[in-house]
């Protein structure tokens, strides 16, 4: 099956045309003022304009968001938090606009719930679930085997535990696909992209097979 690329908090021009061209399929743009990465209207809209064939995606960490949203950004796709108001879902699927839900798993006992976290939501209009998490290595061990087994009946992105050295292995569980992390330029047109390249490169080597 071929695996699904998404890039999280893109914030630069940079990142988006490297990303596009190395076969990334989403593009996530954090699109709620007080995140790091945050891109407002008018920069989205300069960067998008020099992509094609990738799915924008806005990514949203608040429960709710302004009424004027989907009229100030122009998205393929939302990104929502565990914490979320039907609100939001209810006017994705006015707009035909597809969702993923992140779901951060930061110590044991969420990496213990998860499968229960996940069940809880498909009663909503989930299309992807994105599973990242900052935990230590012996609970990400734990969490992969989880995700392994999830993915086999639930269509999830993984973002996490993700680099040259396990891609390989990552790429033959049943997962849809894998996000990786933009970063912010060091500098106006300035990015090392040795490390994402290593990666991305295994993944269209995969892609090719499909």
């Given at each position: ?5 998404k890039i999280n908090h893109v914030s630069n021009l940079s990142d988006a045309r490297y990303c596009a061209g190395m076969g990334a399929d ?24 020099w992509v094609s064939g990738v799915k924008i995606v806005g990514e949203i960490n608040k429960a709710c968001i302004p009424h004027t949203f ?141």
């Open positions: 099956m071929r695996k699904l690329v989403m593009l996530g743009f954090a699109l709620v003022p007080d995140h790091p990465h945050y891109v407002n209207a008018a920069t989205l809209h300069a960067i998008t304009a989907f009229n100030d950004y122009v998205v393929n796709m939302i990104q929502i938090t565990e914490y979320f108001s039907s609100h939001i879902l209810d006017t994705t699927l006015q707009k035909s606009i597809n969702t993923i839900q992140k779901i951060h798993i930061s110590h044991a006992t969420a990496a213990a719930s998860l499968e229960e976290t996940i069940f809880s939501h498909k009663k909503f209009t989930i299309d992807y679930f994105l599973i990242t998490s900052d935990a230590p290595s012996d609970v990400q061990k734990n969490l992969q085997k989880q995700v392994a087994t999830i993915a086999q009946s639930v269509p999830i992105i993984q973002s996490f535990n993700i680099t040259a050295d396990t891609i390989e292995d990552i790429l033959a569980l049943p997962i849809q696909g894998i996000a990786l992390d933009g970063e912010k330029e060091m500098r106006a047109g300035y990015k090392s992209y040795e490390k994402m390249a290593l990666i991305l490169e295994k993944v269209m080597d995969y892609n090719q097979k499909y």
